[in-house]
Structures are given as structure tokens and as C-alpha cells.
């Protein structure tokens, strides 16, 4: 499904200071594989996830995606793969302050003008499987932090991806929602859906299929 071939990727802070995020990084993830990525804070974990998804572009090495190289795409033809390929669960939820929980689900389908009259049906049966069926019309402030990390899931499964990337999805909540988000992920791969998870809970780690660890921006280890 997604192969990283020989990755590098250098972020320039100011005029001299650069950071090498990732060093020579190969990896394949397969389809239908649950992947959990870790290491500590700084060894580019984020940056792997973001090469993964095509959220940004490698200074070396290559992309493919579904066994196409994705490296040089135009943006238009790399945000449309994301769009109807990929489901982002980031740190933080990002949920727009104006919209209810449902319209939230709904905003990727809104933004890539793909709406259909079926597609609340199906907003309303995610939100319920995460546990949110009764807070439909609940704006942002009205959730608490582990509700809105569950309504950026059923968001993030709204287009029915083939590949879900999450960074950290279970900090910052308590075990009832981290037990609600692990859950549905291993639905969603059951189904033969992958996940990418990057997290700091070796315990969770534990849980996926393969764990691929990080230090210093290469791989140390991978079990």
C-alpha cells in the first residue's frame, strides 16, 4: 500500500540551522496491516506519518502509494488521493468552533463537494458506533476533550478510507475513549483497512500487528 523508499527530510530554522527529521528511512506497510509507530519526542515520528500520507514531500528518497510513485504529483493530484484514500486523526481534533458534531463529520465531504443525501445517514451511524449518536447537534465547546477526539474519528472515517493515519489518537483521553478509538481501529483493519498509529503507549503499540520504532530519525528497531 505505501512504500518509503530511502527517506530524507531536512527542515531548514532560519538562515543556518537545519533538522534532519528523517535520515535514509525505508519502509513497506502493506494493505491491511496495523502498523503502530514509536520512539521518543523529536526522533520523527510525525514526519514519517506525513511522508505516509503525502501531507508533505521528502527532500530525498521516494513515495509510492497503491505501487505508484507519488514523490513529484502536482498538490491537486496529492490532496485528491488524500481526499478519497486517507483518514487523518491528529493530536489535536481541529474541529471547526461554528459546526455540530455532525456537520464536523460531514466537512470532508462538504470541502471535496462529494455530499450526498446518503452521506448524513451515514455521519449519524459513525458518530453513533464512536459513541456520539446522542450529540449530534453538540457544538465543539460542548464536548469534552475524549468526545472530541471521537467525533475527529468518526470525521476521519467518513469518507471510508483505505488508510487511516493517526498521530497520538489517545493522548490526552481517558482509557473508556482510548479503549473506544482502539476499538474501531481494529474494526477498521479487520475489514482490510490499514492503520498507521504513531504513539508513545508501548502498551497500545503492543497491540498492533508490527511495531516499527524510531530514534534519531531512522529506524532502530522493528518487531
Not at 527530510?9 to 527529521?21: D, N, P, Q, S
Not at 498521530?167 to 492503520?195: C, H, R, S
Not at 503507549?201 to 529506524?219: H, T
Amino acid at each position: 500500500m505505501i512504500v518509503l523508499e530511502n527517506i530524507c527530510k531536512t527542515y531548514r530554522i532560519g538562515r543556518e540551522r537545519k533538522v534532519h527529521a528523517l535520515s535514509d528511512v525505508s519502509e513497506t506497510i502493506g494493505a491491511g496491516e496495523f502498523v503502530a509507530v514509536v520512539g521518543p519526542s523529536g526522533s520523527g515520528k510525525s514526519t514519517f506519518l506525513a511522508m505516509a500520507g503525502l501531507l508533505e514531500r521528502p527532500t530525498e528518497g521516494i513515495v509510492r502509494f497503491d505501487g505508484k510513485d507519488v514523490t513529484d504529483l502536482r498538490d491537486t493530484e496529492r490532496t485528491r488521493i488524500r481526499a478519497e484514500r486517507c483518514g487523518f486523526i491528529f493530536q489535536f481534533p481541529s474541529l471547526i468552533p461554528t459546526l455540530n458534531a455532525l456537520e464536523n463529520v460531514l466537512l470532508p465531504k462538504t470541502v471535496h463537494r462529494t455530499y450526498k443525501a446518503s452521506d448524513e445517514e451515514w455521519g449519524r451511524e459513525m458518530l453513533a458506533r464512536v459513541g456520539m449518536g446522542d450529540k449530534l447537534e453538540n457544538l465543539p465547546y460542548q464536548l469534552s476533550g475524549g468526545e472530541q477526539r471521537r467525533v475527529a474519528l468518526a470525521r476521519a472515517l467518513i469518507n471510508k478510507p483505505d488508510v487511516i493515519l493517526a498521530d497520538e489518537p489517545t493522548g490526552a483521553v481517558d482509557a473508556y475513549n482510548a479503549d473506544v478509538i482502539m476499538n474501531l481501529f481494529k474494526e477498521w483493519n479487520a475489514q482490510g483497512k490499514t492503520v498507521i498509529m504513531v504513539t508513545h503507549d508501548m502498551k497500545l503499540a503492543g497491540e498492533a500487528g508490527r511495531v516499527i520504532q524510531l530514534k534519531d530519525g531512522r529506524v532502530a528497531d522493528e518487531k
